[in-house]
């Protein structure tokens, strides 16, 4: 199958380097014929980013604080002027002090907790609100949560409560934009080798932990994690919203590790 996403436009937000998440998204996308937008923080994040999306034959990048009124406003404006409309969104922002991402839970501190909520969680319920307004077709919101939201998992701390909020808000979300025909759904991918998941303490234990225990013996893979938003975001995925799709190689559904690494 190709051309799944043919005529169709969308924002990638989140893309770091070509480690990302999103990154493997954004190439499984283009592959598929969508036309793409790319959002980044700061000069620095935009220098990396530049080329990606220029190799995907992108030259539509915009600079976006998400905690920002104006930039966000800015953002979608840009969209507008641009496109008029757009299909699909993909959100794969997060954001903890990395001090506190070792450690005890316990320690979280007000401002650190205040400031990864509304990074990690309400920045998607902002972004989806604006986006709407220039779907009237319908489209697709994507966003990446963990397992860590709803299993204790070490060192993960305050972004597990951060995802869990996630993934409660992809679940209102879903209903409330459900009569513009708009989907959401959020990827729960297993441990990544990303820049973003290496700020986690014993980020490498837990990669190699899961890569021994999960159903198929290894970690999920970029391509993996793109194919299925390509599914929610192709036509494909018109009945699918208010999802936590899992694509962890099956890790979430043991209760013990393999006997042999009991």
């Known amino acids: 199958m190709t051309g799944l996403m043919k005529g169709k436009r969308g924002l990638v937000m989140g893309v770091a380097n070509d480690h990302s998440i999103a990154w493997g998204i954004a190439k499984a996308l283009h592959a598929e014929g969508a036309e793409l937008a790319f959002s980044y923080q700061g000069e620095g994040f935009g220098r990396r980013v530049a080329p990606l999306a220029a190799s995907l034959g992108s030259d539509f990048l915009v600079d976006v604080d998400v905690t920002d009124d104006a930039s966000l406003g800015a953002c979608f404006e840009a969209l507008k002027a641009r496109w008029n409309t757009m299909d699909f969104l993909i959100h794969a922002i997060a954001f903890s002090d990395k001090s506190e991402l070792t450690g005890r839970f316990v320690n979280t501190s007000r401002g650190n907790f205040t400031n990864s909520l509304a990074i990690s969680c309400f ?81 490498r234990a837990t990669f190699r932990h899961t890569e021994a225990n999960a159903p198929l013996r290894h970690n999920a893979t970029l391509e993996a994690i793109g194919g299925t938003a390509v599914y929610l975001c192709s036509d494909y995925g018109a009945c699918t919203t208010g999802e936590i799709v899992r694509v962890d190689s099956g890790f979430h559904v043991l209760g013990m590790p393999q006997q042999e690494n009991l």
């Open 123 to 203: 920045s998607f319920i902002d972004v989806a609100r604006r986006a709407a307004e220039i779907m009237p077709e319908g489209g697709s919101l994507v966003t990446l949560t963990y397992g860590g939201s709803n299993r204790v998992t070490p060192n993960y701390n305050v972004m597990g409560v951060a995802k869990a909020a996630l993934e409660s808000a992809t679940r209102y979300l879903a209903n409330d934009l459900g009569p513009q025909q708009i989907r959401v759904n959020a990827i729960s991918p297993g441990p990544m080798k990303t820049l973003a998941g290496a700020a986690i303490g014993g980020a």
